[in-house]
């Protein structure tokens, strides 16, 4: 990877340094996205029909799939996955079950109730990218939190043919309906509905940059109502090292992200330039051993190791790139933690891999990208659910809260806003007077 000393950059060369990846944001992917969406939101079964046999090569019959074809699928899968599956659905449950809300139920002032509720998200779709490494992690991560949350239809779409283990993982975590589909043709048909696909509430999942601005344009269009859960396209990990860390340990990190897809992005960002060069040199060796070597070296071609003072510069770089992945390999990794402010998850120490958050830690490794991890959280079980609040006033709260909204209202050329509150405070005032009268 190529080496550049953060100190001697310019502002200009800086923000180069921590651009992502060409591929990404290429000037007509919009309008690609666009016509498929349109053509599938009028075609429907038909168009998503006619994209798999274009974009993926394969004629499919049925896009969903039977109790048999699931049956079958579960069937061919090797016992040694399912023992795999089984032990990472343990603890991804653990970590989510333990994220369930807590409803808040307060008086703020003498009768006056505010309350936080939360409800589970009815129908989602839950996107499982195929094609050259089909992601059966994927689908614990979007299967699981959907089902503990309580959504009452889960639909999963994956690119055909849809792996046996992608069948085999949904079948475990209680999917209701699975779809041979994928691409942003998927994205569209759940955002609109075909005669086979629903239209679903929120869509779920990473995808590559067709399936990312696919999410993006149908959760802004006005002809469906429908929300995503981030921005998660092509995968990405920054790697904090110092001179104690490994350099086989770092090469094989970054090697694990860079051989998601050509449009995948690997940083290091070290204070130590030897460990830097021994990177670099255990990358070339450990990358002919790679099946997907040519996949990784296109990624590495937009990847590099930004040189530091120090480990404060270290996360502060780390900030203003904002990863998906944040990898901290130095001797005090909660030191250097405790001033990290963006990433989509953390990985702490020599010993935890990149590896283990995608597959069985635990945590979600459905993570925002882009640097949107400034801003944007890693999937959690709230995500399936959404809040609302509630408040219920007795007549005395009322009263005691009156003035305020009132001048409020006012101060804001309100009128009718104050007229509600004024209108019940005189129908008071005279049930008080009736009152008295009769007494």
């Known amino acids: 990877m190529q080496i550049l000393n953060w100190a001697s950059l310019t502002d200009t060369d800086r923000k180069a340094a921590l651009s992502r990846s060409p591929l990404v944001g290429d000037a007509s992917l919009e309008q690609d996205v666009?016509?498929?969406?349109?053509?599938?939101?009028?075609?429907?079964?038909?168009?998503?029909?006619?994209?798999?046999?274009?974009?993926?090569?394969?004629?499919?019959?049925?896009?969903?799939?039977?109790?048999?074809?699931?049956?079958?699928a579960c069937a061919r899968v090797d016992e040694e996955i399912k023992l795999a599956v089984s032990q990472a659905i343990t603890n991804i449950d653990t970590f989510h079950q333990a994220q369930k809300f807590e409803p808040v139920n307060i008086e703020t002032q003498k009768g006056i109730r505010c309350e936080l509720r939360s409800e589970p998200i009815e129908k989602v779709g839950l996107y499982i990218p195929g094609g050259s490494a089909p992601l059966i992690s994927t689908v614990l991560m979007l299967a699981l939190p959907a089902k503990i949350a309580g959504c009452e239809q889960r639909v999963l779409v994956s690119p055909p043919p849809i792996n046996d283990a992608i069948v085999y993982a949904a079948n475990a975590c209680g999917i209701t309906e699975i779809l041979q589909v994928g691409g942003a043709q998927a994205i569209a048909a759940l955002a609109f509905g075909t005669e086979s696909v629903p239209a679903v509430d929120k869509i779920f999942g990473p995808g590559n940059r067709y399936v990312t601005e696919a999410k993006r344009i149908v959760s802004q269009d006005s002809r469906c109502v429908v929300s995503i859960d981030m921005p998660a396209g092509p995968s990405e990990v920054l790697l904090i090292a110092d001179s104690d860390a490994n350099a086989e340990f770092i090469a094989a990190d970054l090697l694990s992200q860079a051989e998601h897809g050509p449009d995948s992005q690997v940083m290091l960002v070290t204070d130590c330039s030897a460990l830097a060069d021994e990177v670099n040199l255990a990358l070339a060796r450990q990358l002919e051993l790679l099946p997907r070597v040519d996949i990784a070296e296109v990624a590495l071609e937009s990847s590099r190791t930004l040189l530091v003072?120090?480990?404060?510069?270290?996360?502060?770089?780390?900030?203003?790139?904002?990863?998906?992945?944040?990898?901290?390999?130095?001797?005090?990794?909660r030191e250097v933690l405790?001033?990290?402010?963006?990433?989509?998850?953390?990985?702490?120490?020599?010993?935890?891999?990149?590896?283990?958050?995608?597959?069985?830690?635990?945590?979600?490794?459905?993570?925002?990208?882009?640097?949107?991890?400034?801003?944007?959280?890693?999937?959690?079980?709230?995500?399936?659910?959404?809040?609302?609040?509630?408040?219920?006033?007795?007549?005395?709260?009322?009263?005691?809260?009156s003035q305020t909204v009132m001048t409020l209202a006012a101060a804001e050329q309100l009128d009718a806003h104050k007229n509600a509150v004024a209108i019940r405070i005189a129908s008071l005032q005279s049930d008080v007077a009736a009152q008295a009268k009769g007494v």
């Open 34 to 72: 666009l016509a498929i969406v349109n053509e599938v939101q009028i075609g429907k079964d038909a168009a998503l029909k006619d994209y798999s046999r274009k974009f993926d090569g394969v004629t499919v019959e049925q896009l969903k799939l039977s109790e048999g074809d699931i049956d079958a």
């Open 309 to 333: 003072e120090n480990m404060e510069q270290a996360a502060q770089v780390s900030n203003l790139y904002g990863p998906e992945h944040l990898i901290i390999q130095t001797q005090n990794p």
């Open 338 to 401: 405790k001033q990290i402010r963006a990433a989509g998850s953390v990985f702490l120490g020599a010993y935890t891999p990149e590896s283990v958050g995608d597959y069985a830690s635990g945590t979600n490794h459905v993570l925002p990208t882009y640097g949107y991890s400034r801003a944007v959280s890693s999937l959690s079980l709230a995500d399936f659910s959404r809040r609302f609040t509630v408040q219920e006033l007795s007549a005395e709260g009322l009263i005691g809260l």
